[in-house]
C-alpha cells in the first residue's frame, strides 16, 4: 500500500532524516536612510534649545538603531533557509530551523506527531538489542520501541530516545504440522505472508494495511474484522522479551502466564518484543462480494451478516443512506469463485468523481481551468484512484460541509458502481486503502453475543450520523466499523473473560490532503471538535474505549485526570505498572504517551 512506510537496511528508510544546514551565501547589506531634520523636536528637559549638532548626531544615533535593529531582521530571517516546497512554512521559523546532522527528525506516517532525537537505535541481531537495553538501563537512558511510524497518535515516539528493529526481520522458524512460525519482530506483516506462502500458511486476520512491524502490531491491540475471529495479539503462542531488570525473557501460556497475557498487549512499556511465535492458518483464497445498501435493510440482516461470512464490515457515508456491505468468505471448494461480469467499468464507477473535481476547479480555482495551466500543473485525473481524487477534491474546501456532502455523494455513487465481486488470497483481499494521511479516531465497544447480537452497533452508528448532522461537522467518508472476537489479553480494548463475546470497532476521520501548515492546523482543530462531540456524547453511553494506536493524550489536566480514571475502569492498570515497575524500573522504554496515561505512583 502506497500509504506505509518501506522499512529497509537503513536509517533514514524509517521515515526519519538528518536536516543540514544550507548557509546563505549572499551577505546582507548595511541599511542606511537619509531624513530632513525634525521641525518640531520633543521639548527637552532643559530649558535651553539644542544646537543644530547636537540634533544632528541624536538623530543620526536612532537611525542606527534602525539599521541594526532591520540588519538583525534580515540576518535572522535568512539564516534559516528553506526548500521551495516550505515557503508556506516561514511562518513558523524557528521550527524549520537546520539542525544538527546527530539529530534525527522522526515523524509518524500521517505526519501528526513529530520528535527530534540523537538516541534512535537500529540493532541487527538479538545480541546487539541485549546490549542496547543493557547499556541504556545502565545509563537510565530512554530506549522507546517505535515500529514503522504508522501509528496515528504516534505512541512510539518520544525525543529522549528510540529503539527500532527494522533490521531484525527473518522468519526464524516454520512448523507446517502445527501451522506456527516464529520470526523476529521487526519483520512486517507483508515480508512475513510472502516469506510463509510457500509453506501454505498465512495470518488468520489482517488490519488494513501490510506494513505494520509484527512486534507494534501485536503491542497496540491491531485487528482486522470477522466477528469470529479475535484481535491480532490472540494469534501470539509466544514472545521473547528484552527487558532492562530480567534481562531477556521467553514467555507464553506455560511461561510466566500473568506477564504473558500482559505483554503481548503491552504498548511497549513490558519490554522490547525482539521475538514472535505466531498461530497460523491454512492459506486461502477468498471471495469479497462487495454491495450497497441502506440501514433499513442492515438493521434486517445484521445477524446473519455477522453469523454467516467469515469477514465482514460496513463503510458508511455521512449526509446520506448509503452503506457499503463489504463481506469475504473462502472460495467454495464445490462451487468456485462466482461468474460474475460487473455493469461498470472502473472508469464509469469514478467518472462521477472526475465530473465533480472539474466542476469544483471552475469554482475554487479558475486558474488552473485553462487547457494550458492544467497541463502544466495538474496531473491527468484519469491516472488517479478513487481515494487520490477523493484527497484533491477535499483540499479544494475541506471543512465546507456543503463541500465535503458533495465529495460523500460522489463516493456513493463510486461504490453503487463498483459492486461485485473479488476472487484473491487473504492477503490481498483483506487489505483497505485508507486514503491519504489523515485524523483517525477509532472506539471498540461491547455488542452483545454471535448468538445474539445486541444490537447496539447499529445503534452506536445511528446516534453518530445525527451528531454529525445536527452540529453540521464536515464529515468525509467512510465511517468504518468492524467486529472481532474476545481478547483474552487484559489491556485489548476488546478484552473479556466471555468467550462469545463479540465487540464493534467504529473508526470516524478527517483527511489531511494538503501540507499546507494553516489548513492542517484547522483540520485538526474540527477533527477534534469532531472526536470531542463523539466522546462527550456516546463513549460513555456505549462502553466505548479508543485503540491504543489512535488514543491522543489530552493538553487540559482536568480532562487527562477525566481520561487515567476512565482508563482504570476499563483495564488493570496497577497490575500493568506493578509488571512495568519489575521488568523496567527506570522506566527507559516509557514515553509521554505512556506515562500520562499510566502514571507511576511516585510519579502521580
Known sequence: MSRALSLRRSVRAFHHYHHHANPHSNLVKALSSTTSPNPNPNRPFSSLSPSPSSSGAKSRKYLGYLALLLGCGVATYFSFPFSDSAKHKKAQLFRYAPLPEDLHTVSNWSGTHEVQTRVFHQPESL???????????????????????????????????????????????????????????????????????????????????????????????????????????????SMKLVTPAKRTIEVSKEKDPELFYLARCGLGGLGVVAEVTLQCVERQQLVEHTVISDMKEIKKNHKKLLSQNKHVKYLYIPYTDSVVVVTCNPVSKWKGPPKFKPKYSHDEAIQHARDLYQESLKKYRPEVTTAESSEDSEPDINELSFTELRDKLLALDPLNRDHVIQVNQAEAEFWRKSEGYRVGWSDEILGFDCGGQQWVSETCFPAGTLAKPSMKDLEYIEDLKKLIEKEEIPAPAPIEQRWTACSKSPMSPASSSAEDDIFSWVGIIMYLPTMDSRQRKEITEEFFRYKRLSQTQLWDKYSAYEHWAKIEVPKDKDELVALQARLRRRFPVDEYNKARKEVDPNGILSNNMLGKLFPLPDTI
Open 127 to 237: 545480541e546487539e538489542l541485549e546490549q542496547v537495553v543493557k547499556d541504556a538501563n545502565e545509563k537510565k537512558q530512554k530506549i522507546r520501541p517505535v515500529g514503522s511510524g504508522l501509528s496515528p497518535n504516534g505512541i512510539g515516539l518520544t525525543r529522549a530516545g528510540m529503539v527500532n528493529l527494522a533490521l531484525m526481520d527473518k522468519v526464524l522458524e516454520v512448523d507446517e504440522e502445527k501451522k506456527r512460525v516464529r520470526v523476529q519482530a521487526g519483520i512486517r506483516v507483508q515480508q512475513l505472508v510472502d516469506a510463509i506462502k510457500d509453506h501454505g500458511i498465512t495470518l488468520q486476520n489482517f488490519a488494513s494495511i501490510r506494513e505494520q512491524q509484527i512486534g507494534g502490531i501485536v503491542q497496540v491491540g491491531a485487528h482486522g474484522t470477522g466477528a469470529r475471529l479475535p484481535p491480532i495479539d490472540e494469534q501470539v503462542i
